[in-house]
Nanobody, 120 residues
């Protein structure tokens, strides 16, 4: 069974920075796209950033220039560096990964979520 374990959330002041990490564990053949989603209270979950296995990235407009997604394929880990945080960035952040299993099936896996609070 594949699991994604997130870390790095917390409370930060406006203008501050945080770095989220998400590590995949378990038995699988490969990890394809990885991404970070967020969901604020009363809002739908939205894709924040994604990265392919080759390193191509995509960002929602509201975080461009402030957030950076990266991955370490050797460690099966994806990161989200968040700078210049503002209260609108406060949400539960979820890691997502597309996994190819040993039986050559595709599974989408979600982490448990990590809370980011932006407040003075």
């Amino acid at each position: 069974q594949v699991q994604l374990v997130e870390s790095g959330g917390g409370l930060v002041q406006p203008g501050g920075s945080l770095r989220l990490s998400c590590a995949a564990s378990g038995i699988f053949f490969s990890i394809n796209n990885m991404g970070w989603y967020r969901q604020a209270p009363g809002k739908q979950r939205e894709l924040v950033a994604s990265i392919t296995s080759g390193g191509s990235t995509n960002y929602v407009d509201s975080v461009k220039g402030r957030f950076t997604i990266s991955r370490d394929n050797a460690r099966n880990t994806v990161y989200l560096a968040m700078n210049s945080l503002n209260p609108e960035d406060a949400a539960v952040y979820y890691c997502n990964a597309g996994i190819t299993t040993r039986s050559w099936t595709y599974r989408e896996v979600w982490g448990q979520g990590t809370l980011v609070t932006v407040s003075s």
